[in-house]
Nanobody, 121 residues
Framework: QVQLVESGGGLVQAGGSLRLSCAAS????MGWFRQAPGKEREFVTA????????HYADSVKGRFTISRDNAKNTVYLQMNSLKPEDTAVYYC??????????????????WGQGTQVTVSS
C-alpha cells in the first residue's frame, strides 16, 4: 500500500510563497491536486518517477514548481506569487502510471491526508 505524508501549508498573503512536501513509501509518479470549498478536486501538477517530466495546470504555470528528491522519496511543491483563488486543501497523490496519467483521478492509487493553503487578499 502506498503511504503519503504531507507537510507544509498555512496562511499567506497574496503574492507570497509556500512550500508543500510529500513523503512517499516508495518511488511513484507523484503530483498534487487541490479542492476548494464547493468545488471538485482539480489537478495541479505532476512529476514522473525520475523527475525529468512535469505537467502543470494552466492556472499555476509559471508560479508553481514541482520537484522531487528520490533519495528521500519526497516530492515538493513550491508555490510562488500566490493568489486568493489558490486557497484550497492540497492533496498529494501517487500513481503507478506516468506523470501524464496523473491528470486523471482514476489513475491515482493513493492520496495524502490533505493540507490547507489559505491566501488572503
Amino acid at each position: 500500500q502506498v503511504q503519503l505524508v504531507e507537510s507544509g501549508g498555512g496562511l499567506v498573503q497574496a503574492g507570497g510563497s509556500l512550500r508543500l512536501s510529500c513523503a512517499a513509501s516508495g518511488r511513484y509518479a507523484m503530483g498534487w491536486f487541490r479542492q476548494a470549498p464547493g468545488k471538485e478536486r482539480e489537478f495541479v501538477t505532476a512529476i514522473n518517477r525520475s523527475g525529468g517530466i512535469t505537467h502543470y495546470a494552466d492556472s499555476v504555470k509559471g508560479r508553481f514548481t514541482i520537484s522531487r528528491d528520490n533519495a528521500k522519496n519526497t516530492v515538493y511543491l513550491q508555490m510562488n506569487s500566490l493568489k486568493p483563488e489558490d486557497t484550497a486543501v492540497y492533496y498529494c497523490a501517487a500513481s503507478h502510471g506516468t506523470a501524464s496519467d496523473m491528470r486523471r483521478v482514476s489513475q491515482i492509487v493513493s492520496w495524502g491526508q490533505g493540507t490547507q493553503v489559505t491566501v488572503s487578499s
